[in-house]
Each structure stands twice: as structure tokens, then as C-alpha cells.
């Protein structure tokens, strides 16, 4: 069984926990293999230099491994900007065919997959605890994605989207509003004392 530590408090949990019980800041995993393989080849996995954080890379097919942090960090927009080799011109490729599920490349359990921030078209492989695989050129592909304003399109489809549900809990409101008045209107209490 693999233990968490809090990187605030430096609280140690026994077993996988996100959140600190005693701080509540985000819990690291301890990985007690440190031997990784590619989820793809299952090859050992060996170290790669990308913008000054060591990531872990597989030399047959060129995948990329990321822990939470370093992708939070490589994904973000104040990194992106900040990086002259960033490609603005971003082109959505086509969503790849659909395929199994791979194995995460440190506890062994399948990852999930989804489309980096819905619209990217850039489907990543993550464990939860563990970490983010990327394929060949994801990094890349994410990267400019986020460069082209990418994360302002995302964010303006979550407000349209939760605009509309709005709207559509406001219709459903003002339909139970009418409801109750057309109930209230014609209850037994009124029509005993005043009539119709």
C-alpha cells in the first residue's frame, strides 16, 4: 500500500488521499516504483529535459510521462506565454479512433481518457493519483492549443453552457411559480368561503 504526504503540512496519510485531513491542502502520492514503463511499449521509461523539468519520456514511441504538478505547471498559460518556442497557430487535429484504455505507467490501474479541456481534440491517458501520459506531440499540441487562446474559447463554452442551464432552471421556476398560483387560485379553502 502506497502512502500520501501533504506538500504544505508534511502530513503522512497511509493509502491514496488527495485532500490533507489536517490542513487541507493537496495530498502527493509516494510512488514506491520508481521504475516506470511505457503504458504503449513497456519499455523503462528514461529521463527527458523540457523546459527545466525532468520529465519521463519512452524512447520507442516517444510518450511522454507528466506527474500532476509538472503538467498543472507545463499547461498553464503564464508558462505558455512566457515560452518563445510557443506555436500560436494552433491546428486541431482529428480526434484519434477509439481504443483501450492504457495502464497507468506507475500503479499498473487504467486511466481515464479525455479530451484536454473538452475543445483541444487532444486526448489525454490519466490516473488520478499517479499522473498524465501523453502520446507523441500532445505536449506540443497542448501547448499551442493554450498559445492560440485555447483556454479563453474553454472557459466561454463553460459560461455559455451554464448560461443556458440557467435559463432553463429559470423557465422551470417560473413554470412551478404558475403552477402554485393556479393552485392556490382554485384551492378548497377559497372555493368554501368565497366561491368561485
Known amino acids: 500500500m502506497s502512502n500520501s504526504h ?12 488527495r485532500i490533507c485531513p489536517m490542513c487541507g491542502g493537496s495530498m502527493k502520492q509516494e510512488i514506491e516504483n520508481e521504475n516506470r514503463q511505457c503504458p504503449r511499449c513497456k ?12 520529465l519521463d519520456k519512452c524512447t520507442s514511441c516517444e510518450g511522454l510521462w507528466l506527474e500532476p504538478d509538472k503538467f498543472k505547471v507545463l499547461t498553464s498559460e503564464f508558462d505558455v506565454y512566457r515560452d518563445d518556442n510557443s506555436e500560436p497557430n494552433f ?5 484519434p479512433k477509439a481504443e483501450g484504455y492504457l495502464p497507468c505507467a506507475c500503479c499498473d490501474k487504467l486511466m481515464s481518457r479525455k479530451n484536454f479541456k473538452a ?7 490519466s490516473c ?9 506531440g500532445e505536449l506540443k499540441q497542448i501547448r499551442s492549443f493554450i498559445a492560440s487562446g485555447g483556454l479563453d474559447r474553454s472557459q466561454d463554452r ?10 432553463a432552471l429559470d423557465d422551470r421556476l417560473s413554470d412551478v411559480e404558475l403552477m402554485e398560483r393556479m393552485l392556490n387560485k382554485y384551492s378548497l379553502k377559497r372555493i368554501f368561503f368565497r366561491g368561485f
Open 6 to 17: 501533504c506538500i504544505h503540512c508534511q502530513h503522512i496519510v497511509k493509502g491514496t488521499c
Open 43 to 54: 519499455e523503462p521509461l528514461v529521463v527527458f529535459q523540457f523546459n527545466h523539468y525532468q
Open 91 to 95: 491546428l486541431r487535429k482529428p480526434t
Open 119 to 125: 475543445i483541444s481534440g487532444v486526448i489525454i491517458d
Open 128 to 136: 488520478i493519483s499517479c499522473g498524465i501520459w501523453l502520446d507523441k
Open 158 to 167: 463553460q459560461l455559455d453552457k451554464h448560461s443556458q442551464q440557467i435559463q
